[in-house]
C-alpha cells in the first residue's frame, strides 16, 4: 500500500448509505439457516444498527440453538455464500443510492483512505457493495466488520488500526470521520472518539442524527461539495 501524503481516513457504512438491497437480507439469513441447521428459519432478530455476529447469534437462539457462538464461524460461511448465490437478485431489486458513487470518488485523492465500518461479514459487504460496483474507490482490507464484534465502535476502533498498520501512519480521531445514516453510526464514531457525518438516506431523518450528536449532518450524497467540505473541511 502506498503512504497517503496526509492522511485521512474515511470509513462508510453500507446498507442504507451507499446502498439498498430491496429486502435480500432476509433470503440469505434463511438460506444460511437452512444450510447450517438443517430446517427453515421461523424468527429473525431485529437487524437494525447491528452487527452480524449479534443478530446471528440472537437468531440462532430464538430458533432453539442453545450454544449459538460454536456455530457462528460456520453460519459466516454459509451466509457468505448465500450472499454470493443472491448477488443477481440484489442487483434487480436493490440500487446504489443517489450520488454514492459520484461520493465515493469526490472524496478519493491523496492522503484519503477509504474504507467501511459495518455491521456485514467481510465477504457480504464486498458482495453487496459488488453488486453496485461500489467497492473501486474503497480498501476493504482495512475496513471494521460484522464478525469483529458486537459492539460498533470496537469495529471503528479495529479499522483505524488496520489502517495505520496497512499503511504505515497514523489517523489521528480528527483525521478520521464516519458516514452513516443512524443514530447507531453515529453512537459508534462517538464511542470510538472519531467524526461522524450523518446522511438522511436510510429510516432516519437529519433530525434524528442531529439529535444523536453527528458533527454534520446532510439530506443525501449528491451535492458532493457539500459531502467533502462536511468531511474534510474540519478534518484536523
Not at 126 to 154: C, I
Amino acid at each position: 500500500m502506498g503512504v497517503p501524503a496526509t492522511p485521512a481516513l474515511i470509513l462508510w457504512d453500507v446498507d442504507h448509505t451507499l446502498l439498498d438491497t430491496g429486502g435480500v437480507s432476509r433470503q440469505m439469513y434463511a438460506q444460511a439457516f437452512q444450510a447450517v441447521i438443517g430446517r427453515p428459519l421461523q424468527e429473525l432478530a431485529d437487524m437494525t444498527g447491528r452487527t452480524e455476529r449479534a443478530i446471528i447469534a440472537e437468531t440462532l437462539r430464538r430458533n432453539g440453538i442453545a450454544d449459538p457462538r460454536a456455530l457462528l464461524p460456520e453460519f459466516y460461511a454459509a451466509l457468505g455464500e448465500a450472499a454470493r448465490g443472491l448477488q443477481d437478485r440484489m442487483r434487480a431489486r436493490g440500487r446504489r443510492l443517489p450520488g454514492a458513487g459520484q461520493a465515493l470518488a469526490g472524496l478519493s485523492g491523496p492522503g484519503i483512505v477509504q474504507s467501511v465500518v459495518t455491521g456485514n461479514l467481510p465477504a457480504v459487504a464486498e458482495t453487496k457493495l459488488a453488486a453496485f460496483g461500489l467497492a473501486g474507490h474503497l480498501d476493504l482490507a482495512v475496513g471494521g466488520y460484522g464478525d469483529d464484534g458486537d459492539d460498533r465502535a470496537t469495529l471503528v476502533r479495529l479499522a483505524v488500526k488496520r489502517a495505520e498498520a496497512g499503511y504505515g501512519s497514523t489517523f489521528p480521531p480528527g483525521r478520521t470521520v464516519v458516514i452513516g445514516d443512524t443514530p447507531h453510526d453515529v453512537k459508534g464514531a462517538q464511542d470510538a472518539g472519531v467524526r461522524v457525518v450523518g446522511v438522511a438516506t436510510g429510516a432516519s431523518s437529519a433530525e434524528d442524527l442531529r439529535t444523536a450528536g453527528a458533527d454534520a449532518v446532510l439530506a443525501g450524497l449528491t451535492d458532493v461539495a457539500a459531502l467533502r467540505t462536511a468531511v474534510l473541511g474540519a478534518a484536523r
